[in-house]
């Protein structure tokens, strides 16, 4: 399993920007999906979660800005960020993994475990936001 992500760049605030995480190999059918991402300083912090079922987390950070889609039909996963903030800066990841069990609210809990678990990472695409 390969993840690619994409879209990234540099804009002003309020503006907004769609990420892209187009994921290959032999995808899984029961899974979740993270983003994440990493200020320069900063830890890696969680910002939304997406499983199998469609069932969605956010961080209260980015709640009503960002939203996780997905089309079945490419593999590929969005994240659609909208009133863009200057805190928003950092390098966004996408991040996969197996679930097994995947029972509502498992995916949440996931991508919040310290150390984020995930099996597959992407490389990364960098988001910057000036004010």
């Known amino acids: 399993v390969q993840l690619v992500e994409s879209g990234g760049g540099s804009v002003e605030a309020g503006e907004s920007l769609r990420l892209s995480c187009e994921v290959s190999?032999?995808?899984?059918?029961?899974?979740?999906l993270g983003w994440f991402r990493q200020a320069p300083g900063k830890e890696r912090e969680t910002v939304a979660g997406?499983?199998?079922?469609?069932?969605?987390t956010y961080a209260d950070f980015v709640k009503g800005r960002f939203t996780i889609s997905h089309d079945s039909a490419k593999n590929t996963w969005y994240l659609q960020m909208s009133g863009l903030r200057p805190e928003d800066t950092a390098k966004y990841y996408c991040a996969y993994e197996l679930m097994w069990n995947p029972v509502a609210g498992r995916c949440a809990s996931f991508v919040r475990l310290p150390g984020a678990p995930f099996g597959h990472w992407g490389q990364g695409t960098e988001v910057t936001v000036s004010s």
């Open positions: 190999g032999y995808p899984y059918s029961s899974y979740c």
């Open positions: 997406i499983d199998d079922h469609g069932r969605t």
